[in-house]
């Protein structure tokens, strides 16, 4: 099959080309055995060919074009490989600036990213080279809630399987206003769960003057405000992520509030006090 659908991307005819890239989709998503099923695209020889879609005018073509792409590297490492040599970083950044009001398609620029976050620091490193890890972030704060589940899980899997420097550059990229427009979907728990791991292990990465600056930015961008409210979220995952950044890194924060609050308190008691005696004299 994969035979026949190499011969068809090579035709002329647009709606043909179409055509096999859907049916490319389908044969890269499932089976009972996919890692095999995408080792066996890959060495068919058909993926330049598709990577020649994603400069076509047609954004439907593109999406799935790289809806087999982000497939393709949802396997192992040499996979993943493979997608990045075919030259798919270096045109992600023009594809994501002339696409960007087809959600689709920057959804799936962002799918495609997030799965090669998941691969080697060297994959990670070429996403970081190639200007990539800027757009996630914009993107994270600007996007729809489909962009920014994808641009979350990224993010996430930068943390987790990336160098100290790879995440000190996405602290260099100010990340707080975009995970804060993410800790507003109060209803999507799992890119909220995503946001707060990042913003946990952002903050157990730095340390000093750049802990200090992140903590100041979380509190400026309303995060700190959002973990607050976490607190009472329905999801139990979330509830003790947020207590945990909050207890480790606001504490004595957020006990100068409450002592500032009661202090408040105690000043308007004694004012109207004052104010009864003032009107007892009279």
């Excluded at 090669?116 to 996007?143: C, R």
């Excluded at 990465?205 to 976490?230: I, P, R």
């Excluded at 003790?240 to 480790?248: D, G, P, V």
Aim: net charge negative; glycine share 4%; proline share 2%.
């Amino acid at each position: 099959m994969v035979r026949s659908l190499f011969q068809l991307l090579q035709f002329q005819d647009h709606e043909v080309c179409k055509f096999a890239i859907v049916a490319l989709v389908h044969v890269t998503y499932k089976s009972d055995n996919i890692i095999a099923q995408r080792k066996l695209v890959h060495d068919s020889g058909i993926l330049p060919l598709v990577f020649k879609l994603l400069d076509d005018d047609d954004d439907e073509l593109v999406e799935d074009a790289l809806t087999v792409l982000l497939n393709i590297a949802a396997g192992d490492d040499a996979l993943m490989q493979s997608v990045i040599d075919l030259g798919t970083l270096r045109v992600l950044p023009e594809i994501m600036e002339n696409k960007a009001n087809y959600p689709w398609v920057i959804k799936n620029c962002c799918w495609l990213i997030k799965n090669l976050m998941a691969g080697t620091k060297d994959h990670i490193q070429e996403i970081i080279s190639n200007g990539l890890l800027p757009k996630i972030v914009k993107i994270m704060q600007t996007g729809d809630s489909g962009c920014q589940k994808q641009c979350c899980w990224a993010l996430h899997n930068l943390l987790h399987k990336g160098t100290k420097t790879q995440i000190l550059a996405l602290v260099d990229q100010k990340p707080m206003p975009a995970l804060s427009a993410v800790l507003t979907h109060t209803d999507l728990n799992e890119c909220i769960d995503n946001a707060l791991d990042v913003i946990n292990e952002l903050l157990s990465t730095v340390n000093g003057k750049k802990l200090t600056t992140l903590k100041h930015e979380m509190k400026t961008t309303g995060v700190h405000g959002h973990l607050k409210k976490l607190r009472e979220n329905t999801n139990e995952e979330v509830r003790n992520l947020a207590n945990k950044i909050l207890s480790e890194y606001f504490a004595e924060n957020d006990e100068e509030e409450t002592n500032e609050k009661l202090r408040g308190k105690e000043d308007d008691k004694a004012k109207k006090m004052v104010q009864k005696r003032k009107r007892a004299c009279q």
